[in-house]
Nanobody, 119 residues
Framework: VQLVESGGGLVQPGESLRLSCAASGFTFSRYAMSWYRQAPGKERELVAA????????NYADSVKGRFTISRDNAKNTVYLQMNSLKPEDTAVYYCNARMGPSWARIEYWGQGTQVTVSS
């Protein structure tokens, strides 16, 4: 099983980035996918999530209207389009795959990609 994130980097405030997470080794289309982030000294937080079919999404209040999560089940890939980036968006961004109820959950994590927003 692998989740490989890409697309991170250093950008200025107001700019955009698109993160990608390529999945392999499991049936991608059966899993809900999420993006989390962790800034230095802070806990990991949920940024955005999308259900297995792509028909429903949810976002942290701090990114609503600026970030968009999407997925392509044919390519086993989930994306996070990040617009109007702010310095407070600086963090390591992690891809997460999850299936099943809490008592029988299967979950995978990527290794993370660094996003730095600075002038």
């Amino acid at each position: 099983v692998q989740l490989v994130e890409s697309g991170g980097g250093l950008v200025q405030p107001g700019e955009s980035l698109r993160l990608s997470c390529a999945a392999s080794g499991f049936t991608f289309s059966r899993y809900a996918m999420s993006w989390y982030r962790q800034a230095p000294g802070k806990e990991r937080e949920l940024v955005a999530a999308i259900i297995s079919t792509g028909g429903s999404t949810n976002y942290a209040d701090s990114v609503k209207g600026r970030f968009t999560i999407s997925r392509d089940n044919a390519k086993n890939t989930v994306y996070l389009q990040m617009n109007s980036l702010k310095p407070e968006d600086t963090a390591v961004y992690y891809c997460n795959a999850r299936m099943g109820p809490s008592w029988a959950r299967i979950e995978y994590w990527g290794q993370g990609t660094q996003v730095t927003v600075s002038s």
